[in-house]
């Protein structure tokens, strides 16, 4: 069987389009841009009449903003709680501006400033000495020689004294290399060069960050959807992508997406639709979340039964999705299945208070 990537990078799923956009594109592009800004708007946040489809379900005013920062001296920072597509945000930004995507850093309590900027081929080293040919680029380096966006995810996960290695990097613009003497000793970043981080507000905090970083990084906070209709159609769209992509021939059908939605929104929100107040999970049940649980209920469906998945099937992957390893929120999610969900109508509904023996424990 001929092997297949899993997920190739937005540049290459979105390929077509970006030569589309980039054919028709006579605006004004910023200095080293592959598309001009209003061009990178379009294939973010979509453009029915060129059937550009939306990517990224959002306030286009923050999209807007997020390139602008982009296009000055500062970089990017994507703020939000798990799950609200900063990731995915970033990843498209680095596509539109860059036509490459891959320049990533991820951070990590482990993360060091060799896997920031360079590190040494040893072997080479040993022989011949730090030299261009034995040095080793890194993302940051990279973007800074060929004019790219670099992507750093969850910046504020990595040690302090790490995350400040972009001080100069943001703002002289160019990274020393004591090592090699003469031109090669100074790397300066061509015009094109930035920086689109993301951290998690769950996570260790931005407070961290030092005060000189934060000032050389314009900020930005992804929400949530609001709108109960366009994340179950983003659900519905996203799950029904990867379930093609696993083999899966037929989709949960909409009355068991809508009954998913809505669960996740009011046990991430607290309240019930029709405005009752109700306890909430501590785990965070993103629209990401949701899609991932989508995708294994029609998985659990197709290949457990050759059927749709079913409300049944929905209890099940909630345990693992949903409570992970909190007893208190497998506590939460069965007082919501034994009390909230009876007081609700439809066959759906009726399927998913049955089946709620199936949560473990
Ligand atoms: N506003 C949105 N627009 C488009 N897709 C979204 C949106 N919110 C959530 N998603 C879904 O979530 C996925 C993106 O999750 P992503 O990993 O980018 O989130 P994240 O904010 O980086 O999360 P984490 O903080 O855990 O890293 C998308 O692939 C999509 O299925
Ligand atoms: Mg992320």
Redesign the pocket.
């Known amino acids: 069987m001929k092997p297949e990537i899993q997920r190739p990078p937005a540049e290459r799923r979105h390929a077509a389009e970006l030569a589309r956009l980039r054919e028709h594109d006579h605006d004004p592009r910023p200095p080293g841009w592959a598309l001009s800004l209003r061009a990178a708007r379009r294939f973010i946040i979509g453009d029915e009449q060129s059937g550009i489809r939306r ?4 306030d286009p005013s923050l999209v807007d903003r997020a390139l602008v920062a982009l296009a000055t001296n500062r970089g990017l920072l ?1 703020l ?12 498209l930004i680095a596509a539109a501006i860059s036509e490459d995507s891959t320049l990533t850093v991820q951070g990590g309590a482990a993360t060091t400033e060799d896997q920031i900027k360079y590190s040494w081929n040893y072997a080479m080293l040993v022989a011949e000495g730090p030299s261009p040919r034995s040095l080793v680029p890194a993302p940051m380096l990279r973007g800074m020689r060929e004019g790219r966006i670099v992507r750093f ?2 910046l504020t996960r990595c040690p302090l004294e790490v995350q400040d290695c972009l001080l100069s990097l943001l703002s002289e613009r160019v990274l020393a290399i004591p090592e090699l003497t003469g031109e090669h000793g100074m790397a300066f970043a061509e015009q094109g060069f930035n920086v689109v981080a ?1 951290a ?1 507000t ?1 996570d260790r905090g931005v407070n961290e960050m030092s005060t000189a970083l934060k000032r050389r990084f314009t900020f930005e906070t ?1 929400f ?2 609001a709108d109960f209709a366009t994340e179950l159609e ?2 519905r769209a ?1 799950s029904a992508e990867l379930l093609n992509q696993s083999g899966v021939g037929t989709p949960p059908d909409r009355d068991v997406l809508e009954v998913l939605v809505t669960t996740f929104r009011e046990l991430r929100e607290g309240t019930t639709a029709d405005g009752r107040s109700m306890e909430r999970l501590s785990a ?1 049940l ?3 979340e949701a ?1 991932s649980v989508a995708h294994a209920v029609g998985v659990r469906g197709w290949y457990l039964r050759g059927a749709p998945g079913t409300p049944a099937d929905l209890v099940e992957c909630l345990a693992g999705t949903a409570v992970k390893d909190s007893e208190h929120d497998l506590a939460r999610l069965r007082r919501y299945l034994e009390q909230q969900v009876p007081r609700k109508h439809g066959a759906c509904w009726r399927a998913l208070h049955e089946a709620r023996d199936r949560l473990p424990g």
């Open positions: 990517k990224f379900v959002g994507l939000g709680r798990p799950g609200t597509a900063k990731s995915l945000l970033s990843e995810e969850e993301t998690n769950d992804v949530p959807i983003l659900v996203e965070a993103s629209t990401a899609v």
